[in-house]
C-alpha cells in the first residue's frame, strides 16, 4: 500500500484481498473484548470541510480503541488555502499528528495535502471519490455473501464519488457492476477509463446504464445514494427531476434476486433515492455498512499510522 490512500486504487488487489481478511480479525477481536492498542500514542488529525456523522465517529473511535487518540478540526479552523495555504497546513499537521484524515471538496486538494506531508493522508471523502466507503462495503459485502469475485452489484443513481469508488473497487475484485443514472449524471470519465482497464485484469464487468431496472435485474446487491451531493445543494431542484424514476422502491427490489441486499453509505433522503419501505425492510443492510465503517477503517489506521515515524521536530539549542 502507499503511503498515503487517496483512492483504492492506491491498494493493490491483493493489499484490498489481505486488508479485507484482516478486517474480519479485528471486528471479530473487537466483538470478543480483545483490546490492540496497535496506535498507541499516535494522534489521527481529522481535517474536514463538509459535515459528517458516520466518517467522523468511526475515526474517533477507532483510533481510541487502538489505544490512541483524535483531533477534530471544522472548516471553520483551519480554512484549507483560505487563511492559510494546503502545503503549510501540512507543514504544520506533520508537527504534531501522525495521519491526517482530509473530508473536502475538489480532490486536488486532498492530492495537494498528501504531496506536501510527511504523514499519511486519508481520504474522508472528495467530491471525486470515497474510498473508506467503498472498502467498508466490500467488508460488508464479503461478510454477507462470502464472496466478492462475480458478486453481481447494481448502483442506481447519481454518478459521483460513491458511484466512482464502487467502479475502481469492483474492477479491482472481479466483479459485476452495472451503474445506473440519469443522462448526464455519469460517473466520471477518467475513474471509468481506469475501472474498464482494471476489469480486463480481472475479470470484472462494468456497465453504465440508463435504466434502473437493468442494473437491478438479478443483483445480488441494490446500491444507491443521494441524488443531490454535498457541496451541490444548488442543483437540487433539478436534480429531483432529473433523478425521477431512479428511486430503490418496493418494485425495483422485487426486480433483483430475492435476497438482495440492499446498501447505501447513508445519509438517507428518504422517499427520494430510497423509499421507507425499502430503507427498513427485511433486505436492508445499511446499519450494518455504517458499523464496518469502524472495523474496516481501524485496519487502514492500522496500516498507514502503525509503526511508522513522525518527521523529527526540530530540537532547540
Ligand atoms: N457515509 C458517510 O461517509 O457518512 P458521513 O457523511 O456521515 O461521514
Ligand atoms: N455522495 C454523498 C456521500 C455522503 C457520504 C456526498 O458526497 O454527499
Redesign the pocket.
Given at each position: 500500500m502507499t503511503k498515503h490512500f487517496l483512492t483504492l486504487a492506491d491498494m493493490s488487489p491483493a493489499d484490498l484481498g489481505r486488508h479485507l481478511k484482516r478486517a474480519i480479525k479485528l471486528k471479530a477481536d473487537t466483538l470478543a473484548g480483545k483490546r490492540n492498542k496497535s496506535l498507541e500514542g499516535k494522534i489521527l488529525g481529522l481535517v474536514f470541510e463538509k459535515?459528517?456523522?458516520?466518517?467522523?465517529v468511526t475515526f474517533e473511535v477507532g483510533m481510541r480503541q487502538l489505544g490512541g487518540d483524535s483531533i477534530y478540526l471544522s472548516a471553520q479552523e483551519v480554512q484549507l488555502g483560505v487563511r492559510e495555504s494546503v502545503a503549510d497546513v501540512a507543514r504544520n499537521l506533520e508537527r504534531w499528528v501522525d495521519g491526517i484524515v482530509l473530508r473536502t471538496f475538489r480532490h486536488e486538494v486532498a492530492e495537494e495535502l498528501a504531496r506536501n506531508s510527511s504523514i499519511p493522508v486519508i481520504n474522508g471523502?472528495t467530491d471525486l471519490v470515497?474510498p473508506c466507503?467503498v472498502f467498508s462495503d466490500m467488508l460488508t459485502v464479503l461478510e454477507k455473501r462470502g464472496r466478492l469475485k462475480g458478486v453481481r452489484v447494481g448502483y442506481v443513481g447519481d454518478g459521483n464519488n460513491l458511484a466512482n469508488s464502487w467502479l475502481l473497487g469492483a474492477a479491482m475484485l472481479g466483479m459485476e457492476l452495472t451503474v445506473a443514472c440519469p443522462k448526464g449524471y455519469e460517473p466520471d470519465r477518467s475513474v471509468l477509463r481506469d475501472a474498464k482497464k482494471r476489469a480486463k485484469e480481472t475479470g470484472a464487468k462494468i456497465t453504465i446504464a440508463h435504466s434502473p431496472e437493468k442494473a437491478a435485474r438479478n443483483a445480488d446487491v441494490l446500491y444507491t445514494d443521494v441524488w443531490t451531493s454535498m457541496g451541490k445543494e444548488k442543483e437540487g431542484a433539478r436534480r429531483r427531476v432529473a433523478f425521477k424514476g431512479f428511486q430503490v422502491n418496493g418494485a425495483l427490489v422485487a426486480a433483483a434476486k430475492k435476497d438482495v441486499l440492499v446498501m447505501h453509505?447513508?445519509?438517507a433522503h428518504r422517499g427520494e433515492e430510497i423509499t421507507d419501505e425499502v430503507l427498513d425492510g427485511p433486505n436492508s443492510i445499511v446499519f450494518d455498512q455504517a458499523e464496518n465503517r469502524l472495523h474496516a477503517q481501524k485496519v487502514l489506521l492500522e496500516a498507514l499510522l502503525g509503526g511508522r515515524k513522525k518527521k523529527k521536530a526540530t530540537r532547540g539549542k
Amino acid at each position: 500500500m502507499t503511503k498515503h490512500f487517496l483512492t483504492l486504487a492506491d491498494m493493490s488487489p491483493a493489499d484490498l484481498g489481505r486488508h479485507l481478511k484482516r478486517a474480519i480479525k479485528l471486528k471479530a477481536d473487537t466483538l470478543a473484548g480483545k483490546r490492540n492498542k496497535s496506535l498507541e500514542g499516535k494522534i489521527l488529525g481529522l481535517v474536514f470541510e463538509k459535515p459528517s456523522l458516520r466518517t467522523r465517529v468511526t475515526f474517533e473511535v477507532g483510533m481510541r480503541q487502538l489505544g490512541g487518540d483524535s483531533i477534530y478540526l471544522s472548516a471553520q479552523e483551519v480554512q484549507l488555502g483560505v487563511r492559510e495555504s494546503v502545503a503549510d497546513v501540512a507543514r504544520n499537521l506533520e508537527r504534531w499528528v501522525d495521519g491526517i484524515v482530509l473530508r473536502t471538496f475538489r480532490h486536488e486538494v486532498a492530492e495537494e495535502l498528501a504531496r506536501n506531508s510527511s504523514i499519511p493522508v486519508i481520504n474522508g471523502l472528495t467530491d471525486l471519490v470515497h474510498p473508506c466507503q467503498v472498502f467498508s462495503d466490500m467488508l460488508t459485502v464479503l461478510e454477507k455473501r462470502g464472496r466478492l469475485k462475480g458478486v453481481r452489484v447494481g448502483y442506481v443513481g447519481d454518478g459521483n464519488n460513491l458511484a466512482n469508488s464502487w467502479l475502481l473497487g469492483a474492477a479491482m475484485l472481479g466483479m459485476e457492476l452495472t451503474v445506473a443514472c440519469p443522462k448526464g449524471y455519469e460517473p466520471d470519465r477518467s475513474v471509468l477509463r481506469d475501472a474498464k482497464k482494471r476489469a480486463k485484469e480481472t475479470g470484472a464487468k462494468i456497465t453504465i446504464a440508463h435504466s434502473p431496472e437493468k442494473a437491478a435485474r438479478n443483483a445480488d446487491v441494490l446500491y444507491t445514494d443521494v441524488w443531490t451531493s454535498m457541496g451541490k445543494e444548488k442543483e437540487g431542484a433539478r436534480r429531483r427531476v432529473a433523478f425521477k424514476g431512479f428511486q430503490v422502491n418496493g418494485a425495483l427490489v422485487a426486480a433483483a434476486k430475492k435476497d438482495v441486499l440492499v446498501m447505501h453509505c447513508l445519509p438517507a433522503h428518504r422517499g427520494e433515492e430510497i423509499t421507507d419501505e425499502v430503507l427498513d425492510g427485511p433486505n436492508s443492510i445499511v446499519f450494518d455498512q455504517a458499523e464496518n465503517r469502524l472495523h474496516a477503517q481501524k485496519v487502514l489506521l492500522e496500516a498507514l499510522l502503525g509503526g511508522r515515524k513522525k518527521k523529527k521536530a526540530t530540537r532547540g539549542k
